[in-house]
T-cell receptor, first 112, second 114 residues
Framework: SQQGEEDPQALSIQEGENATMNCSYK?????LQWYRQNSGRGLVHLIL?????REKHSGRLRVTLDTSKKSSSLLITASRAADTASYFC????????????FGRGTSLIVHP | NAGVMQNPRHLVRRRGQEARLRCSPMKGHSHVYWYRQLPEEGLKFMVY????????ESGMPKERFSAEFPKEGPSILRIQQVVRGDSAAYFCASSPEDRGNTIYFGEGSWLTVV
């Protein structure tokens, strides 16, 4: 089964609004990563947050991690039409081989 | 610095034929991952390789699928006797080391079995 599961599956907002996506996982992790995928393209890495970190920022992106709840959130502020894409979280388990395991993703549509 | 290069981008095969997908990792990267993505779904891990070594192939079907990453040349994902259910996007990613850090993806190879 997938380690990470994103919520919601789909999100539709207007340009300028904030978009929040959540990711829940099941086992202890080494780190959690967020990726973006435009239709028909490969995945692009956005942010990596380690298990001992609680929050990270990158431009308009803010990622939080709550290891007690085994969840993470990705916030995109002041969204743009160009942010339309699918967003995936990937978890790397602590111990074992370092293989990122992906969820099913959140499909974000930002209307201009 | 070129990114992860995958070819072909699109491949059409008839049922029963073989499909070979190639992946050249980023310069300096010695670890390669292969994932499969079905329409409207996430990426499913298939195999994790280091040069001349398969580290983890737990996600790869036991039959018809094989992968290699030779000392010289690209990593190859080989699918023998393809069936319609093999139609999917196959993504390769690479990383410089085995520490669970960021992996970098190629643009994918879209396999269609007719």
């Amino acid at each position: 089964s997938q380690q990470g599961e994103e919520d919601p599956q789909a999100l539709s907002i207007q340009e300028g609004e904030n978009a929040t996506m959540n990711c829940s996982y099941k086992t202890s992790i080494n780190n959690l990563q967020w990726y973006r995928q435009n239709s028909g393209r490969g995945l692009v890495h956005l942010i990596l947050i380690r298990s001992n970190e609680r929050e990270k920022h990158s431009g308009r992106l803010r990622v939080t991690l709550d290891t007690s709840k085994k969840s993470s959130s990705l916030l995109i502020t002041a969204s743009r039409a160009a942010d339309t894409a699918s967003y995936f979280c990937a978890t790397v388990r602590s111990g074992g081989s370092y293989i990122p395991t992906f969820g099913r993703g959140t499909s974000l549509i930002v209307h201009p | 610095n070129a990114g992860v290069m995958q070819n072909p981008r699109h491949l059409v095969r008839r049922r029963g034929q073989e499909a070979r997908l190639r992946c050249s990792p980023m310069k300096g990267h010695s670890h390669v991952y292969w994932y499969r993505q079905l329409p409207e779904e996430g990426l499913k891990f298939m195999v994790y390789l280091q040069k001349e070594n398969i580290i983890d192939e737990s996600g790869m079907p036991k039959e018809r699928f094989s992968a290699e990453f030779p000392k010289e040349g690209p990593s190859i994902l080989r699918i023998q006797q393809v069936v319609r259910g093999d139609s999917a996007a196959y993504f390769c990613a690479s990383s410089p080391e085995d520490r669970g850090n960021t992996i970098y993806f190629g643009e994918g190879s879209w396999l269609t079995v007719v």
